[in-house]
């Protein structure tokens, strides 16, 4: 007989993950406290979510105005053309990493995505013109397939990985 059933394996996940999005620092005793599991049970659980790629890994959550930085919010259009294997080989080496990093800037997230735009980046830099230099880093070295790129700063970072700005009542004075 199975000591547990799929739904109930996939419920105890979410609570693990929830706890680590909340915290990636806790301690297995923390989580497993929280959770009413065993340190054992929270461990393996861990392990199994590693080991099948549904946790990719572990952050830590940064004040970038303390750091100097502030975020933007890259958006690009992709044109209505086949893009080459040379291309998506470009991509998907992450080699603009390293160009956003010489410009003292940080690449959050990247998503592609569906919808009016087709990929969503999100770095750090240190003031809007080296931001517009990324913009400007994007477009050049994928001119043969975007059409069209959106810059936008942010003002006020309300939630990041799952964590709500400890300063939150700072929103106040931008409405």
Request: charged residues 25%; aromatic residues 8%.
């Amino acid at each position: 007989m199975v000591k547990n059933s799929l739904k109930q394996i996939e419920q105890d996940e979410k609570k693990i993950i929830k706890e680590l999005s909340n915290n990636s620092n806790k301690s297995i005793n923390e989580i497993a406290k929280i959770c009413g599991f065993s340190r054992q049970k929270v461990w393996r659980i861990i392990k199994n979510l590693e080991k099948n790629k549904t946790i990719w890994g572990y952050t830590v959550t940064v004040d970038e105005e303390k750091q100097g930085k502030n975020f933007y919010i890259l958006l690009l259009k992709r044109a209505a053309v086949p893009i080459t294997p040379e291309a998506v080989k470009n991509i998907v080496s992450r080699e603009i990493d390293d160009h956003i990093q010489n410009l003292g800037c940080e690449m959050i997230t990247s998503i592609y995505t569906n919808g009016s735009y087709d990929w969503l980046i999100v770095f750090t830099a240190p003031n809007l013109n080296i931001a517009k230099k990324v913009n400007e880093l994007f477009i050049k070295r994928y001119s043969k397939i975007l059409i069209d790129s959106i810059l936008l700063e942010t003002i006020f970072p309300v939630k990041i990985n799952s964590i709500v700005n400890p300063d939150i009542n700072k929103l106040e004075s931008y409405f």
